[in-house]
């Protein structure tokens, strides 16, 4: 952002430079090690891009219904964006901070004072802040619920990295909701995912339970692509599933068998499977565990048409589970859900 800016400003030719940020699961299409950022790294991206310099953000959110992130993080930034947007329209001010990775804002509404400040460092780090006309006025600080006392011109806070702080001399109640409540709404959403004794469960990506699939709709560079949201607690339609990674779907239509395996990180006690088809798609297929070197059957179904089967068998113990499907209702097998009991 800091490069556009010095780039464009000894050019004829000006640009107004905004900011998108990456409203998405890069893991949904084809990366490793990824996963949808936190509503906090949103904030601090967006605003850290405004005190470098740009004049604008974008949002290009996809799976939005998929992502509490998404669909209560991104409602609560664009309020925050839109209070502070008339404040960002006013005279630039003037001020120093320490240490040097603290990227700073200042500017001027009035006779109010506005703070925005970024640590944009790996480390956390505690900055001093200095600021003309201060004069030991107290600062609130936005979406934080908390205030500092200047002492005279200055002032001290601490910082996690890349955390984003912005204050206010203004007494103005901003009416929005902190960072916490937002976090924590967005927490209560993940944590229902969660059912108690579901083994196949993992929050993200990597977690260690391991999804593989005879084929995949939605490979997009990795085979097993989007597969492991299967076993994220998440119960999605394919209308909703535009690029066929939050569902499965094997891409072989009316060819069989199709199977789909869930690999525990360990061996488990277990006794129960739960199966969610999409739009009923599963019609002839086995629950198979992977016992002593081989595959056995623990369960089978024929001529199912539901979109919840659930298979209650003897105990076992296994770190693998499979779906072996024969026949389906249309002529692919679609699957939204699976839990391990």
């Known amino acids: 952002m800091e490069s556009s800016v010095k780039f464009f400003k000894s050019r004829k030719h000006k640009q107004t430079i905004a900011f998108l940020h990456q409203g998405f ?3 949904d299409h084809g990366d490793v090690n990824s996963r949808i950022p936190s509503y906090e790294e949103f904030r601090n991206q967006n605003f850290l891009a405004i005190i470098c310099g740009s004049k604008g953000t974008v949002q290009y959110n996809r799976s939005v219904k998929h992502y509490p992130e998404l669909y209560i993080g991104m409602p609560a930034l664009t309020k925050e964006l839109m209070y502070v947007s008339e404040v960002l329209l006013a005279n630039d001010g003037k001020g120093v901070a320490s240490p040097t990775g ?9 006779n109010d004072i506005w ?9 956390g780090t505690k900055a001093k802040f200095t600021i003309p006309r201060l004069n030991g006025r107290k600062l609130q600080v936005i979406s934080e619920e908390r205030s500092i006392v200047s002492q005279e011109d200055s002032f001290d806070d601490e910082f996690e990295n890349y955390q984003v702080h912005i204050y206010t001399t203004s007494n103005k109640k901003s009416g929005l909701k902190t960072i916490e409540i937002i976090c924590n709404e967005i927490a209560q959403v993940n944590q229902k995912r969660h059912k108690s004794g579901n083994l196949a469960f993992q929050m993200f990506e990597g977690s260690g339970v391991k999804v593989t699939a005879s084929s995949n709709m939605g490979k997009n560079r990795r085979d097993d692509n989007g597969l492991w949201h299967i076993v994220d607690g998440i119960f999605d339609e394919a209308e ?9 779907s094997d891409a072989t239509p009316n060819e069989y068998p199709d199977w789909i395996e869930i690999r525990l990180p360990s061996v488990k006690k277990i006794s129960k499977v739960i199966v969610y088809p999409v739009k009923e798609s599963l019609k002839d297929y086995e629950v198979q565990a992977y016992i002593s070197g081989k595959w ?8 199912e048409k539901a979109r919840v089967i659930t298979h209650e ?3 076992i113990r296994t770190d693998r589970i499979r779906l072996w499907i024969t026949g389906t209702n249309g002529p692919t097998a679609q699957i939204t859900e699976v839990e391990i009991y």
């Not at 909703?240 to 499965?248: F, G």
């Open 240 to 248: 909703d599933d535009h690029y066929n990674t939050l569902t499965w």
């Open 25 to 27: 699961n890069y893991g």
């Open 102 to 110: 603290i990227k700073l804002l200042v500017k001027e509404d009035g």
């Open 296 to 303: 056995q059957s623990v369960d089978k179904v024929f001529n």
């Open 115 to 123: 703070v925005f400040a970024c640590n944009a460092s790996q480390i």
């Open 313 to 315: 068998f003897l105990p």
